[in-house]
């Protein structure tokens, strides 16, 4: 997948194409999901436009459901749908070979079983050649430590949909800095739980409910290690 690949924009001719993708995200309907991403990848838009729109459909079904219109499945089909363009679009699209743009450690925190958005910003993260190393759900502030410390990646990604999750992930924070890890690495707080100021309540770098927001957050935090890598030359 090249750079020139994941900027190309949409033609202005694809603009029913675009608002047909997203309407069908928010319906949960697959068959037309794929169909239209597939109409656009023809129209020649790259995955980031593409990328939005998908994003934007899940907002839209986030939305239903916190209005009481969709339930915990509706959520679950949202995601598979999801994962299912991804991989559509990576049939085309390859991501690059040789060395990772990163390395993530991602996990949902202990006590929460819900992986749809932490399963949705990992097909993200691998699509723009991130390395992401998933340790799943149910993940305790010492396997994130012990995970942290062996992998040594880039960002940590602590993720949640409950709320009870707030204590844990500024728990785990504070023994990776104990450990003398905080600073080898960003953490970002990501998931429905997560409001815009939690970050400076458990101590992380960023918090945010938003997909698109941790992929950005990531590259950002890859760009500036392999500026820093240069200055140092």
Request: charged letters at 30%; one cysteine or more; a negative charge.
């Amino acid at each position: 997948m090249t750079k020139r690949q994941l900027s190309k924009t949409c033609s202005p001719n694809s603009h029913a194409l675009r608002d047909e993708l997203v309407g069908a995200m928010e319906l949960l309907e697959e068959e037309g999901v794929l169909k239209t991403v597939s109409a656009l990848l023809d129209e020649g838009c790259g995955f980031r436009d593409i990328e939005l729109l998908l994003n934007a459909g899940i907002k839209a079904v986030g939305d239903r459901y916190e209005q009481g219109e969709y339930f915990i499945a509706d959520l679950i089909v949202s995601g598979i749908i999801y994962r299912g363009a991804l991989a559509l679009f990576q049939q085309n699209n390859k991501p690059p070979a040789g060395e990772p743009v990163g390395r993530v450690v991602i996990g949902v925190m202990k006590d929460d079983f819900h992986d749809i958005g932490k399963d949705i910003v990992s097909d993200m993260l691998r699509a723009e050649g991130f390395e992401v190393k998933d340790l799943g759900v149910n993940v305790g502030p010492e396997r994130f430590v012990a995970e942290v410390e062996a992998y040594k990646p880039d960002v940590l990604l602590l993720c949640g949909l409950m709320k009870f999750v707030h204590e844990p992930m500024a728990e785990t924070i504070k023994l990776i800095e104990k450990a003398g890890l905080r600073g080898s690495m960003a953490i970002l707080a990501g998931g429905g739980c997560v409001d815009s100021g939690l970050y400076k309540r458990i101590g992380s770098d960023l918090s945010t409910a938003e997909p698109l927001d941790a992929l950005e957050f990531c590259k950002k935090v890859a760009e500036r290690k392999y500026d820093g890598n240069k200055s140092d030359d």
